[in-house]
DNA sequence: GTCTATACTCGGATAGAC
DNA sequence: GTCTATCCGAGTATAGAC
């Protein structure tokens, strides 16, 4: 690994273990093994590295499934493939959370962050309109019935899924399990 | 208003606008009026001024909503409750977001706040199991069928406004609407 | 109870040698 | 490319007067 590669690992540690308002360029730098100097060199400043970290560690198993998901318009079994979409979600939210949530402390390096993903057409939305689109090839696969809301149900099983990460986070409370809510949503609720 | 409350005020309108980590002493005095020492002679240190915000200064309107329904199980039409649920959840996590995320920056505040919550039996799982337990009455009412699963849509329903509330901090897309989600859980999705 | 003034610490960033 | 040494500013907190 060359040194610009190690500066990033060392830096997505400490913000991910301390948390962002402790993850200084000397912590940074002592982590890493390199100097303070030697971050400058490699980074404009201290947001630009953050950014980098962003860009270039963040986890991408989630948008990958969902991009498979979305070449094989409805091959496989729906309720299997929306398990797999619970489970990566999950793991995928409890991963980002701590760091996405972090970034809320800091608004210009928020706003720097959405502006780099929006470039790169990427983002959070996205991941939710894959997986509506995939919900609705599966409409007219006719595995979903003629009342389903694709744009709706990618909503509430992401939404569920994003909030059981941010309360894992939190808490160490469970809640429902992946099973629960993908069977929750495609069976019927009302009377 | 006496000197504590404004002082509150003035913190929770900067922790809002600024960020908490742009949410400096300085800061805080210069809004609320008063010097830098005053502050000190009303909260020992900055955590637990910043604690005392997030204890006084949070909207209670949702968990007051479903304190409301959960003393009148069965009253009123489900559709129409949930809808209700699904706006104030909406608004609310809204409100409470950018400041919830931004504790996550900070994981001795974050440890502190959790600690308060449990002490006082209060905290966002509370909020899922309450919607829980009038979906639980409501099923037991009739109003939902016999395969319906509480826990998992109540799960659902919130992560959805959750979820929305996070993009629309984020991003400003919109998103499904109330009434899309809340018919999307009570319709049935599958073939 | 509130102020002014100040002590102290720490974090970001740079200069200059090697 | 990397290090050592250092500067500067900002932020928390306190002392002491009124």
Same mark, same amino acid.
């Given at each position: 690994?060359?040194?610009?590669?190690?500066?990033?690992?060392?830096?997505?540690? @400490?913000?991910?273990?301390?948390?962002?308002?402790?993850?200084?360029?000397?912590?940074?730098?002592?982590?890493?093994?390199?100097?303070?100097?030697?971050?400058?060199?490699?980074?404009?400043?201290?947001?630009?590295? &953050?950014?980098? @970290?962003?860009?270039?560690?963040?986890?991408?198993?989630?948008?990958?499934?969902?991009?498979?998901?979305?070449?094989?318009?409805?091959?496989?079994n729906l309720r299997a493939?929306l398990l797999? @979409?619970a489970?990566?979600?999950?793991?995928?939210?409890?991963?980002?959370?701590?760091?996405?949530?972090?970034? &809320?402390?800091?608004?210009?390096?928020?706003?720097?962050?959405?502006?780099?993903?929006?470039?790169?057409? @990427?983002?959070?939305?996205?991941?939710?309109?894959?997986?509506?689109?995939?919900?609705?090839?599966?409409?007219?696969?006719?595995?979903?019935?003629?009342?389903?809301?694709?744009?709706?149900a990618?909503?509430l099983l992401?939404?569920a899924?994003?909030?059981?990460?941010?309360?894992?986070?939190?808490?160490?409370?469970?809640?429902p399990s992946p099973e629960a809510l993908v069977d929750a949503l495609l069976t019927r609720q009302?009377?």
């Amino acid at each position: 690994m060359d040194t610009r590669g190690r500066m990033l690992d060392a830096a997505a540690h @400490v913000m991910r273990t301390k948390g962002l308002a402790r993850a200084t360029t000397k912590e940074i730098a002592r982590e890493s093994g390199f100097s303070e100097a030697a971050l400058y060199k490699h980074f404009r400043d201290k947001t630009d590295l &953050f950014l980098a @970290v962003l860009r270039e560690r963040a986890p991408g198993h989630l948008p990958e499934l969902l991009a498979a998901l979305a070449e094989q318009p409805g091959r496989g079994n729906l309720r299997a493939n929306l398990l797999e @979409v619970a489970r990566t979600a999950i793991e995928f939210y409890t991963e980002t959370f701590p760091m996405a949530a972090s970034i &809320f402390s800091e608004p210009a390096l928020l706003a720097a962050h959405r502006g780099a993903l929006t470039e790169r057409g @990427v983002g959070p939305q996205h991941v939710r309109e894959a997986l509506a689109r995939y919900l609705a090839n599966a409409k007219a696969d006719g595995d979903l019935g003629p009342d389903a809301d694709p744009e709706a149900a990618a909503a509430l099983l992401l939404g569920a899924c994003f909030m059981q990460a941010f309360l894992g986070n939190f808490t160490n409370e469970a809640g429902p399990s992946p099973e629960a809510l993908v069977d929750a949503l495609l069976t019927r609720q009302c009377a």
